[in-house]
């Protein structure tokens, strides 16, 4: 088998560690039922199986799982990444020893129900924007050690990614602001003062939840404001005392019920933390066709 990583953004290595580690949290030391009840001799064809719609993501991960309980058995994609499913759709295929099919199926099921969930989530979520300039964005609520797995299933999805970490770039929340103010420092110049010390090429967003916080941001030359927990007609203020002059984020209070009447704010970008923290994950099965292999 052979697993493409371009498109995960990680490399092999990167993707092999994280199937060996859910492979020995799940293993442990060893498979008793399929050891001692699954003659090693058994042959076994098994499909990847949609058992509702929604939007798969994460099939390489699948893969890398197998490739690493056994380099012997037959991996072949059917329904690329980012396909949207409906009930019945054969997503993969594998084939090879059934002791080593049944070793890796819950580790398997587990990354692609996962990430076809938040692929289907985010999916949900861009075409309820559908016809606005908006972006559905991620956040960092992401599983740990999981994070570009989980931020690849958003792509996977059509939405976009918001900062791998925390030195992707500057983005002064809450907290930050509260410790500036507690020590006196005048935001607009401490913005002034990192922007010359900075890479030219490293964005600086801050955050706001009040209207007359904007102007001094402005003033400081943040690229992009963050606006946190204001309603559709304050986000439409917002943008227009903004008027281009950075790029404008609603984040806060976003759900599949009022995303629509943010983006007709007129925000450049919507970030959800649910896509990553709340996916419900996507029924996928394992079908097995036991006997001699059957893979074209």
């Known amino acids: 088998m052979v697993t493409t990583t371009e498109a995960l953004g990680m490399t092999l290595g990167q993707l092999q560690r994280i199937a060996a580690a859910?492979?020995?949290?799940?293993?442990?030391?060893?498979?008793?039922?399929?050891?001692?009840?699954?003659?090693?001799?058994?042959?076994?064809?098994?499909?990847?199986?949609?058992?509702?719609?929604?939007?798969?993501?994460?099939?390489?991960?699948?893969?890398?799982?197998?490739?690493?309980?056994?380099?012997?058995?037959?991996?072949?994609?059917?329904?690329?990444?980012?396909?949207?499913?409906?009930?019945?759709?054969?997503?993969?295929?594998?084939?090879?020893?059934?002791?080593?099919?049944?070793?890796?199926?819950?580790?398997?099921?587990?990354f692609l129900q996962r990430l076809s969930g938040t692929a289907s989530l985010t999916a949900r979520y861009v075409d309820a924007v559908g016809g606005t300039k908006a972006k559905i964005v991620d956040t960092r609520k992401t599983t740990p050690g999981l994070r570009d797995l989980e931020k690849y299933a958003v792509r996977a999805g059509g939405g976009f990614n918001h900062r791998r970490n925390l030195s992707d770039g500057v983005m002064l929340k809450d907290n930050h602001l509260t410790a500036l103010a507690t020590h006196g420092l005048s935001l607009k110049e401490a913005l002034l003062q990192a922007r010359t010390r900075l890479p030219h090429l490293?964005?600086?967003?801050?955050?706001?939840?009040?209207?007359?916080?904007?102007?001094?941001?402005?003033?400081?030359?943040?690229?992009?404001?963050?606006?946190?927990n204001m309603t559709?007609?304050?986000?439409?203020?917002?943008v227009r005392l903004i008027n281009g002059r950075a790029i404008t984020e609603a984040s806060g209070g976003?759900?599949?019920?009022?995303?629509?009447?943010?983006?007709?704010?007129?925000?450049?970008?919507?970030?959800?933390?649910?896509?990553?923290?709340?996916?419900?994950?996507?029924?996928?099965?394992?079908?097995?066709?036991?006997?001699?292999?059957?893979?074209?």
């Open 202 to 228: 490293v964005k600086i967003e801050v955050e706001v939840d009040r209207l007359d916080q904007i102007e001094e941001i402005l003033e400081g030359k943040a690229d992009v404001i963050l606006l946190d």
């Open 254 to 296: 976003v759900n599949l019920e009022s995303v629509r009447a943010i983006a007709e704010s007129g925000v450049d970008l919507i970030s959800v933390g649910a896509l990553t923290h709340s996916a419900p994950a996507l029924d996928i099965g394992l079908d097995f066709i036991f006997g001699p292999p059957n893979i074209a």
């Open 22 to 110: 859910a492979l020995e949290e799940d293993l442990g030391w060893g498979d008793l039922t399929s050891d001692y009840f699954i003659p090693p001799e058994l042959t076994a064809t098994a499909n990847f199986v949609s058992r509702k719609p929604g939007v798969v993501a994460g099939l390489a991960v699948a893969a890398a799982v197998y490739e690493a309980v056994d380099p012997t058995l037959r991996f072949q994609i059917l329904t690329p990444d980012g396909t949207t499913l409906q009930p019945g759709t054969v997503l993969a295929r594998i084939s090879g020893r059934a002791q080593s099919i049944l070793r890796g199926e819950r580790v398997a099921l587990n």
């Open 232 to 238: 559709p007609q304050e986000l439409g203020e917002a």
